[in-house]
């Protein structure tokens, strides 16, 4: 779940999945928050730690799901060299 949002309301489950799957330790889960009628998109890759969350636009989130590396923001240049080359290739 996103953080900062609570997983359950009073009277129901704020946070509905969607549809899961998982390949080569890669997790990827849609959610519906019913609370703010939006969609979000929860991926983890147990191989190297990373864990991230998109909120695409309701229309999208299915290519999202399926997709999520491709939909994922850039990180800025500063960032990159800041964080240590899990399995990046050196150009």
């Given at each position: ?42 991926v ?21 799901f ?26």
């Amino acid at each position: 779940m996103p953080e900062g949002r609570h997983t359950h309301t009073r009277s129901h489950r704020r946070y509905r999945e969607l549809a899961f799957r998982e390949s080569d330790g890669i997790s990827v889960r849609l959610y519906w928050d019913s609370l703010e009628n939006e969609v979000f998109v929860s991926v983890r890759d147990d191989r190297n730690g990373d864990d991230f969350v998109l909120s695409p636009p309701k229309h999208e989130a299915l290519s999202a799901f399926h997709h999520p590396y491709a939909v994922r923001p850039i990180e800025p240049p500063s960032l990159i060299a800041a964080q240590p080359a899990r399995g990046r290739l050196e150009v």
